[in-house]
């Protein structure tokens, strides 16, 4: 069974940059959450996506959006970079079968500094 | 916005005795409860669900639910140093929502 990837795993970027987050999802999983956790902080969900398509969304501005592809792995991208963006990114998946059972399985996360 | 409360910590335990993580939430109708653990430097492992009032356990972990209180805990027996972690509770609003997490430590 293939765990949840995530890449790149650190990155740097400076203030007004883009930047995108990859994740493959576990193997049998069809839901991609993101989160971003900021230092010494839970992590705060971002949107969710099922079938290829957006099914939450956290209190995040529109500058991050998403992507599911067929394959269910999944993409984060992020526009004019701000500081306090510095966080580290999270991609869980999981199963949405007659119900979502709301077991999130993590990926070992993007680290984004921005300066 | 739905909430979940935790003490930040650290509890700090010797190595052997018991744990006691808490955790308050808002919502009255949430329905599904999880408990994870996150290594430093690392992302959140999931340790235990419940679903309803009462006591589940798993192996060293008891999870414990109050739904009229609003409270769930995690109990941890026989406590280790390799316990030492922060400890993340989260409430299912169609996606999780989580604590800020409490720092445990564990001391030999």
């Known amino acids: 069974e293939t765990g949840v990837t995530q890449s790149p795993t650190h990155l740097i970027k400076t203030r007004g940059q883009q930047v995108t987050l990859r994740c493959s999802s576990q193997?049998?999983?069809?839901?991609v959450s993101w989160y971003q956790q900021a230092l010494g902080q839970g992590p705060q969900f971002i949107f969710q996506y099922y079938r290829e398509e957006e099914n939450g969304r956290g209190n995040f501005p529109p500058r991050f959006s998403g992507l599911q592809f067929p394959n269910y792995s999944s993409e984060l991208n992020v526009n004019a970079l701000e500081l306090d963006d510095s966080a580290l990114y999270l991609c869980?998946?999981?199963?949405?079968?007659?119900?979502?059972?709301?077991?999130?399985?993590f990926g070992e996360g993007s680290r984004l500094t921005v300066l | 916005q739905k909430e979940v409360e935790q003490n930040s910590g650290p509890l700090s335990v010797p190595e052997g005795a018991i744990a006691s993580l808490n955790c308050t939430y808002s919502d009255r109708g949430s329905q599904s409860f999880f408990w994870y653990r996150q290594y430093s430097g690392k992302s959140p492992e999931l340790i235990m669900s419940?679903?309803?009032?009462g006591d589940k356990e798993d192996g060293r972990f008891t999870a414990q639910l109050n739904k009229a209180s609003q409270y769930v805990s995690l109990l941890i027996r026989d406590s280790q140093p390799s316990d030492s972690a922060t400890y993340l509770c989260?409430?299912?609003?169609?996606?999780?929502?989580f604590g800020a997490g409490t720092i445990l430590r564990v001391k030999s």
């Open positions: 989260a409430v299912n609003d169609g996606k999780l929502v």
């Open positions: 193997s049998g999983h069809n839901t």
């Open positions: 419940i679903y309803s009032n």
């Open positions: 869980a998946s999981s199963l949405y079968g007659e119900r979502w059972t709301g077991e999130l399985f």
